[in-house]
Each structure stands twice: as structure tokens, then as C-alpha cells.
């Protein structure tokens, strides 16, 4: 009998709830048309817990799905997990623990033969030693044992050069640059990307679903100012579930954020196999 596969999105609104009321109507209409059965979102800007249920509320009501709000203690731009309805929650909760933007963890009843496991975290965007710092700490609250999906902000690299290739460091101001790369005590060195935080998650056991795919590789951001990057991915414990990977690249994404929603596929079916060396 086939078995409908798992839609999952991840989207950084830009600020939701200081943005304009046609913008987030306009992100409701998107997210609708993608028809995700889990959304991972970031940048739900509030000023307190409060505001945040609110918002994260109101997305839920606009796109029919049940949500899991997930506080940034130490930012003012906020996480939350979506899923549809029919869904059961086995277990759901938001850590702190010194993390830039938050980690978000729901398991779910998908009606496979094991749950998955839904998470969502917002790397920060100047440090990279702070990226690394806060990997180490998703490696530990995600457990290979768990057959998970991660959607981040990664706001950093890609494992791989041949598949992420090295930006045009002429194209940058030297201060962007010095918040982006590797360091060296010399500072005549050619600068090089850092990639350890996605180095350390892919020697850590998880998947980096594009590059599983071997999708073509496309920005998710740029399109607004800055330089084109793959900002956005997910990361998985099972990458013989994922079935197809897309960056959504359309005018209207492009209007609406300065992030490009990203969206892969999972077989239910295939979430029960161990877990396989990145």
C-alpha cells in the first residue's frame, strides 16, 4: 500500500510580528500552498512569551496546524514547530542551555512504525567559534537513536567545498569576512570558509539532506543584499528516508523574506532503518 510521504519545511520569516500585516498574510498564503504537513520556522520576533504564543497562535490558526512555540532567550527573534493535527504529540520541549536562538524538539506519531523526532534551531550569524560552541550542543539533544529532522538558519557552511564552494571573499568587506572564516594568527592568509559546525554534525552521524540528494546546490539567501549562501538546511539521522529536497524560488518568496523556504520529503515508511555513518 503506498504510503504518503512526509512534507517538511523550514522558513525564516524575517522578523514576523514587526513585519508588515500584507507580509505575514503573504507568508500564511506560501505556507499554505506548500501544504507542509511539519513546519520549522525562525525570526518570530516578540518582546516577551506572551506575544510569541500569540504569534506563533496565528500561524497555527492560519494554516490549520497545531504549534509548539519555542522561546530565544537570548534574542528578540523566536522559533516554533508546526505539524498537522492528526499528529499525535509523544513528547515535546524548548532548551535553552546558552544556545544562540533556542532548540525546539517535538516527537510525533506520524503513523510509522517509529516516531519522528521534529527539531528547529537558529545558529548565530558573527561567531563562528559560537556556531561550533552550539553544534556540539545539538549533537548532544539529538540522539542518533531518534529518527530526526533538523531545520536550522544554519548562517553558516556547508561540510563540503565541492558541494558548498568557498564564497567570493573579493565581493565582501574585510569585516564580513573576519566573522565568516576560519582563523589565522596571519592575517595575510587567504581566508577560508569555517566549516565546522556542519563538519562536526556530518562526523557526528546526521545528514545534510541537499547534498544527500545530490540536488543542484542554490542559494536560500542574497536575494535581498549580502552574498548568495546556502543559509538554510536540514539535517537528518535517516537519510535513507528522504525522498526530494527543494529550495522554494519564486518572486513571491523573494518578496517576502530575505530567507527562501527550503522543503524535503520523507518516506514514513524507511524512518525505521539504524541510522547510517555521514
Given at each position: 500500500?503506498h504510503t504518503?510521504l512526509?512534507?517538511?519545511?523550514?522558513?525564516?520569516?524575517?522578523?514576523?510580528?514587526?513585519?508588515?500585516?500584507?507580509t505575514?498574510?503573504?507568508?500564511h498564503?506560501?505556507?499554505?500552498?506548500?501544504?507542509?504537513?511539519?513546519l520549522?520556522?525562525q525570526?518570530?520576533?516578540?518582546?516577551?512569551?506572551d506575544q510569541?504564543d500569540?504569534?506563533?497562535?496565528?500561524i497555527?490558526?492560519?494554516?490549520?496546524?497545531?504549534?509548539f512555540?519555542v522561546?530565544?532567550?537570548?534574542?528578540?527573534?523566536?522559533?516554533?514547530?508546526?505539524?498537522?493535527p492528526?499528529?499525535?504529540v509523544?513528547?515535546?520541549?524548548?532548551?535553552d542551555?546558552?544556545?544562540?536562538h533556542?532548540?525546539?524538539?517535538?516527537?510525533?506519531d506520524?503513523?510509522?512504525?517509529v516516531?519522528?523526532?521534529?527539531?528547529?534551531?537558529?545558529?548565530?550569524?558573527w561567531?563562528?567559534?559560537?556556531?561550533?560552541?552550539?553544534?556540539?550542543?545539538?549533537t548532544?539533544?539529538?540522539?542518533?537513536?531518534?529518527?530526526?529532522?533538523?531545520?536550522?538558519?544554519?548562517?553558516?557552511f556547508?561540510?563540503?567545498?565541492?558541494?558548498?564552494?568557498?564564497?567570493?571573499?573579493t565581493?565582501?568587506?574585510?569585516?564580513w569576512?573576519?566573522?565568516?572564516?576560519?582563523?589565522n594568527?596571519?592575517?595575510a592568509a587567504?581566508?577560508?570558509?569555517?566549516?565546522?559546525p556542519?563538519?562536526?554534525?556530518?562526523?557526528?552521524?546526521?545528514?545534510?539532506?541537499?547534498?544527500?540528494l545530490?540536488?543542484?546546490?542554490?542559494?536560500?539567501?542574497?536575494?535581498?543584499?549580502?552574498?548568495?549562501?546556502?543559509e538554510?538546511?536540514?539535517?537528518?539521522?535517516?537519510?535513507?528516508?528522504?525522498?526530494?529536497?527543494?529550495v522554494?524560488?519564486t518572486?513571491?518568496?523573494?518578496?517576502?523574506?530575505?530567507?527562501?523556504p527550503?522543503?524535503?520529503?520523507?518516506?514514513?515508511?524507511?524512518l525505521?532503518?539504524?541510522?547510517?555513518?555521514a
Amino acid at each position: 500500500m503506498h504510503t504518503p510521504l512526509i512534507r517538511a519545511v523550514s522558513y525564516n520569516l524575517l522578523n514576523y510580528g514587526r513585519s508588515a500585516v500584507s507580509t505575514r498574510s503573504g507568508q500564511h498564503e506560501l505556507l499554505r500552498f506548500l501544504r507542509a504537513d511539519v513546519l520549522l520556522l525562525q525570526e518570530i520576533w516578540a518582546e516577551d512569551t506572551d506575544q510569541l504564543d500569540q504569534l506563533v497562535h496565528a500561524i497555527a490558526g492560519a494554516l490549520g496546524m497545531t504549534a509548539f512555540a519555542v522561546p530565544a532567550r537570548h534574542s528578540s527573534n523566536h522559533l516554533a514547530i508546526l505539524w498537522r493535527p492528526e499528529y499525535a504529540v509523544l513528547a515535546q520541549r524548548a532548551r535553552d542551555l546558552q544556545l544562540w536562538h533556542g532548540l525546539g524538539i517535538v516527537r510525533l506519531d506520524v503513523g510509522a512504525a517509529v516516531p519522528l523526532t521534529v527539531a528547529v534551531t537558529h545558529l548565530g550569524p558573527w561567531n563562528p567559534s559560537k556556531q561550533l560552541d552550539d553544534t556540539y550542543t545539538l549533537t548532544g539533544q539529538l540522539p542518533l537513536a531518534d529518527a530526526t529532522l533538523l531545520g536550522a538558519d544554519w548562517n553558516s557552511f556547508g561540510a563540503d567545498p565541492d558541494y558548498d564552494p568557498e564564497p567570493d571573499w573579493t565581493a565582501l568587506t574585510r569585516e564580513w569576512i573576519e566573522r565568516h572564516i576560519r582563523w589565522n594568527d596571519d592575517p595575510a592568509a587567504p581566508p577560508v570558509a569555517d566549516r565546522r559546525p556542519a563538519q562536526l554534525m556530518q562526523r557526528s552521524g546526521f545528514h545534510d539532506a541537499a547534498a544527500t540528494l545530490g540536488a543542484p546546490w542554490q542559494a536560500t539567501g542574497g536575494h535581498r543584499g549580502g552574498w548568495a549562501r546556502r543559509e538554510d538546511v536540514f539535517w537528518t539521522t535517516r537519510p535513507a528516508a528522504l525522498r526530494s529536497y527543494q529550495v522554494i524560488d519564486t518572486p513571491a518568496a523573494r518578496n517576502l523574506s530575505d530567507h527562501l523556504p527550503i522543503m524535503a520529503e520523507l518516506d514514513p515508511q524507511a524512518l525505521a532503518a539504524p541510522p547510517t555513518p555521514a
